[in-house]
């Protein structure tokens, strides 16, 4: 599938209330493909054999990625570092002429949501620090693979959010990914 592949990343994804809107929001949208990775790999574990070609393959077919994760304890959940682990140890080390070098320049965005509001994530806020620093693991990550990183999607407060600003979050983000998708569209060679 040619478009964005969003991989949403949520240890409990049926109690998840936002990150469970945005994805559904996503599914809307056209030549959008949201996979529940969860759901793929519910122990958590991605076999560096079978997981991460089949990874590696739905990867090579997307003109962009999207990471969407919650933010637990200043990371993303478990199951993004083992998918990490497998898949970009197969592409960039065991078959990288074949799969990583062919990744490169794929761009990628990150959606993350975080239980605090926008002040706690901060210098001197309760986190002590911005996600955009919490997300520098990530953004080393793409810079290694070649992988052009967009302005991530950043949602504060989603513990506390009424259905409103539920509603906006996920509007927002639809809005989010249709300018991704537009900044980043292959165009055809003449």
Not at 49 to 72: K, S, T
């Amino acid at each position: 599938m040619a478009g964005t592949r969003i991989l949403f990343f949520h240890s409990d994804p049926a109690r998840s209330r936002v990150n469970a809107a945005l994805a559904a929001r996503a599914r809307d949208l056209p030549d959008t493909e949201v996979v529940d990775m969860a759901a793929r790999y519910p122990d958590d574990r991605v076999d560096l054999a079978w997981g991460a070609a089949v990874e590696a393959q739905g990867l090579l077919a997307a003109d962009r990625i999207v990471l969407q994760f919650p933010i637990h304890w200043y990371a993303g959940p478990p199951l993004l570092k083992a998918w990490q682990d497998a898949v970009l140890t197969r592409m960039y080390y065991i078959h990288a002429e074949t799969e990583g070098d062919r990744l490169a320049g794929t761009p990628l965005m990150i959606a993350a949501t975080a239980g605090n509001g926008p002040t706690a994530y901060r210098r001197g806020g309760q986190n002590g620090y911005a996600l955009d620093a919490i997300l520098t693991p990530l953004k080393a990550t793409a810079r290694r693979c070649g992988l052009p990183w967009h302005r991530p999607y950043l949602v504060y407060g989603a513990n506390r959010m009424d259905e409103a600003a539920l509603a906006t979050a996920a509007t927002g983000y639809a809005g989010a990914l249709r300018a991704f998708a537009a900044r980043t569209a292959r165009t055809a060679a003449v």
